[in-house]
């Protein structure tokens, strides 16, 4: 079993939808869990983290947290053709910080 | 600097030859991170440095890699005997944990390595 586990997609969602990215890991003892955009041929970019269960919002963001099912989420409201782009889940593993990332969910979003 | 500096952008390499690649992390920040990103393809784990801790090499493919960071500060990962399959983007992220909780990490825009 992979650490990080994500679904690569793509997912194809048309403009203005709600877009579901999804993430499941199996270290129980992780505590720190982020969602980074990648662009193709650029580096990783910060858009969300969260460090307790429920919901975060940020923007058109919204992050959700279940650890109890090792469960990751991230929603992008109101889909634009600008979010298409990989999206990398990444989570610390366990009482260390290492950060260990998923292989991506690619995104596109239809005009 | 304002955010995490990666040198050279760009390096082709003959097989065989040696290679050093530098990161200079955001400063004040404790952690910093290597990764390996071949074309198309997620993040791979190489290296983790924690303030004095002793680094987290689990994940260097074998013995031809090796990494320090001097001073707490810049970190220089270095390939020996490059091969082919060395070729990859090279990723440079630093963080600031806190109290054991990672905080969150920022990537350089990383060295493109290419062997021939």
């Known amino acids: 079993q992979k650490e990080v586990e994500q679904n690569s997609g793509p997912l194809s969602v048309p403009e203005g939808a709600i877009a579901s990215l999804n993430c499941t890991y199996s270290?129980?003892?992780?505590?720190?869990f982020f969602w980074y955009r990648q662009y193709s041929g650029k580096s990783p970019e910060l858009i969300m983290s969260?460090?307790?269960?429920g919901d975060k919002e940020d923007g058109r963001f919204t992050a959700q947290l279940n650890k109890a099912s090792q469960y990751v989420s991230l929603l992008i409201r109101d889909s634009q053709p600008s979010d298409s782009a990989t999206y990398l889940c990444?989570?610390?593993?366990?009482?260390?910080?290492?950060?260990?990332f998923g292989t991506g969910t690619l995104l596109a979003v239809q005009p | 600097g304002a955010g995490v500096s990666q040198s050279p952008s760009n390096k082709v390499t003959e097989k065989g030859k040696d290679v050093e690649l530098r990161c200079d992390p955001i400063?004040?920040?404790?952690?910093l991170y290597w990764y390996r990103q071949s074309l198309g393809q997620g993040l791979e784990f190489l290296i983790y440095?924690?303030?004095?801790?002793?680094?987290?090499k689990s994940g260097l493919p074998s013995d031809r890699f090796s990494a320090e960071r001097t001073g707490g500060s810049v970190s220089t990962l270095t390939i020996q005997r490059t091969q082919q399959e060395d070729s990859a983007v090279y990723l440079c992220?630093?963080?600031?944990?806190?109290?054991?909780?990672?905080?969150?990490?920022?990537f350089g825009q990383g060295t493109r390595l290419t062997v021939v």
């Open positions: 990444a989570v610390t593993a366990g009482a260390t910080n290492k950060l260990i």
């Open positions: 400063s004040g920040h404790t952690a």
């Open positions: 440095f924690q303030g004095n801790s002793a680094p987290d």
């Open positions: 270290d129980r003892g992780s505590q720190s």
């Open positions: 969260i460090y307790s269960n």
């Open positions: 992220a630093s963080s600031l944990p806190l109290r054991g909780v990672g905080t969150e990490a920022f």
